[in-house]
């Protein structure tokens, strides 16, 4: 394994566990997340056809959108970082990949953390709210404390 996959590895994990915290940190500062309407012991609630279909609109919406988004904010971040170095992006991409080449370590780290921070907080905040307003998400989701 070479030394650029495992800073491009550490990069995804760190960012994506960084989204999520703070997608879970704005739930709970907001307010949304409650406490269960009833103690334990809880009553088990078994899968029915209505909800595993909800499951898969869930789950395709959601993965549509986080593709989406990945490819937005890689762009996005792609480009500034390149203008706040000054720098070509498109001449940096064709570039060497060498621990030399120093300009390309820092765009390429820093549009992984955005990136992945994004996904992250996506996942963890943007999509569960929007499943909540279209009437498709979870009902238990914000008694998960």
């Known amino acids: 394994m070479d030394s650029n996959s495992v800073r491009g590895d550490t990069a995804l994990t760190v ?17 949304e997340f409650q406490q269960p309407a009833q ?3 809880y009553e ?16 395709v ?3 549509c959108c986080i593709v989406a988004s990945r490819a937005f904010a890689k762009s996005i971040s792609y480009a500034f970082v390149c203008f706040i170095l000054g720098r070509d992006k498109n001449e ?5 990949n060498t ?6 370590i820092i765009v390429e ?14 996942t963890q905040y943007l999509l569960p709210s929007v499943f909540k307003l279209l009437n498709i998400g979870r009902p238990d989701f914000y008694t998960e404390i």
């Open 44 to 59: 088990i609630i078994w899968p029915s056809y209505s909800m595993f279909g909800l499951l898969l609109l869930r789950t």
């Open 109 to 122: 780290l820093s549009y992984k953390l955005f990136t992945y921070g994004v996904i992250g907080f996506n």
């Open 15 to 31: 960012s994506v566990c960084a989204g999520i915290e703070l997608g879970a940190w704005l739930h709970y500062h907001l307010g």
């Open 92 to 96: 940096l991409r064709q570039s060497e």
């Open 61 to 63: 919406l959601g993965l």
């Open 99 to 104: 621990l030399e080449n120093k300009n390309k």
């Open 39 to 41: 103690p334990p012991p």
